[in-house]
């Protein structure tokens, strides 16, 4: 069997694969210098994933760390209020070098693109969960997941303001609830 991983080394590559990523952005990263950075051995990481894909994705899953609200009873706006300040929280504590530089990435490493997507699938069906599915239209959540995220990093990163109450009340209240109520007039 061997010796149980050290999880400081899995940390430690963590650690070292976003500061890099930051620095010097997805394709000037390699493996070579994430192990440097992290003082163990490329074998160490080679060992833990199978290409720079996956520990960049595993790096990116676990710094987010945050675990989704609980929602209650209080109907479809109180839940998206809750979820949405959540999901702002959350994007607005990634930083904006990370974010570059995984958007950057993926347009050019479909590894890349299909972790991180892998990744947004999960989210995307803890999100069910969260939202009441008898007042949402057909394909609400997956809706949700495409247009909330951007928004809010839209907000963020190309706007470069914050996501405070007001403009969570505005994406909910103008935005997403129109978008994803159950229509009677709907086919």
């Keep these: 069997m061997g010796r149980p991983r050290d999880a400081r080394r899995d940390d430690a590559i963590h650690a070292a694969a976003l500061e890099l990523l930051t620095e010097v952005g997805y394709d000037q990263l390699s493996i070579e210098a994430i192990a440097a ?5 490329k074998t160490t990481v080679y060992r833990r994933y199978r290409d720079k ?4 994705a595993v790096a990116v899953e676990r710094r987010q760390g945050g675990t989704p609200p609980e929602t209650g009873a209080g109907g479809l706006r109180e839940n998206l209020l809750t979820v949405v300040g959540w999901l702002a929280r959350e994007i607005a504590e990634q930083e904006i ?3 570059g530089a995984l ?5 050019g490493d479909p590894r890349l693109a299909e972790e991180m997507r892998r990744i947004l699938r999960r989210d ?5 969960d969260l939202l009441p599915g008898a007042e949402l239209a057909p394909g609400a959540v997956a809706l949700f997941g495409e247009v ?3 928004v809010i990093v839209h907000r963020i990163v190309v706007a470069g303001e914050r996501c405070d109450e007001r403009f969570v009340r505005h994406l909910v209240d103008d935005i997403l609830l129109p978008l994803l109520r159950q229509k009677e007039d709907r086919a």
């Design 37 to 41: 950075r992290a003082g163990v051995a």
């Design 53 to 56: 894909a996956a520990l960049v």
């Design 97 to 99: 070098g990370v974010l």
């Design 103 to 107: 958007f950057a990435g993926m347009r």
């Design 124 to 128: 995307e069906a803890a999100m069910t």
């Design 148 to 150: 909330a995220p951007a």
